[in-house]
């Protein structure tokens, strides 16, 4: 995908399936996501401390920079039924090699439905094609079985163990490698899933 120039409109990227929505994210939600990564289970499998409203905020200008230069957003927020219940975002992405690495995180209310699950599957319907893509990666903690029985539940491929071990709370954390590819997404010859 080439980006647009500075001066390209930003393309508000909404995608539905039954009750889910995922759509942009909004500066004045700042409080709520910060809510969200102040859950002991996501700063466990994040292995980062919480972050506050101000924090993220103060990063909301550089993350629509991004989506500006991409041409649409590569954040989303997750909303059942009209309400926000949780984040998925791209990151590491190597135009080279057509791969990126997926995130998310869910409201503590809304684990446990398989809506992680789904928002998986609807959203990388749309990124592979869109963003031309060749494999999306997700790098859970590999202790953190929640994380990864929910991303094999939407079809991902395990890998190995990688070799980066970080530090958090005194303990050494290794990480899982999994992943999907293009074809686990979009039919050869159809342009999509």
Not at 3 to 16: G, H, K, R, T, W
Not at 45 to 55: D, L, P
Request: aromatic fraction near 10%; hydrophobic fraction near 45%.
């Amino acid at each position: 995908m080439t980006p647009s120039s500075p001066d390209s409109a930003l393309e508000e990227v909404v995608l539905d399936e039954g009750e889910l929505r995922l759509r942009s994210p909004r500066i004045e939600e700042a409080p709520l996501y910060a809510r969200w990564w102040a859950d002991p289970e996501v700063q466990f499998g994040f292995c980062s401390e919480a972050r506050t409203a101000e924090e993220i905020a103060a990063a909301f200008p550089e993350l629509e920079a991004e989506a500006r230069d991409i041409g649409h957003w590569i954040d989303f927020v997750l909303e059942v039924n009209g309400k926000p219940a949780g984040y998925l975002w791209f990151s590491h992405w190597d135009l080279d090699a057509r791969r990126i690495e997926l995130n998310l995180l869910l409201a503590p209310r809304f684990r446990g439905r398989g809506l992680a699950r789904r928002a998986i599957r609807l959203l990388l319907r749309w990124a592979f094609p869109r963003m031309d893509l060749e494999r999306v990666d997700l790098v859970p903690r590999d202790d953190h079985l929640p994380a990864i029985n929910c991303y094999r539940g939407a079809g991902a491929r395990m890998g190995g163990i990688r070799d980066e071990v970080v530090t958090w709370q005194g303990e050494s954390v290794c990480f899982r490698e999994m992943y999907f590819l293009r074809e686990d997404f979009v039919v050869p010859g159809s342009g999509g899933a």
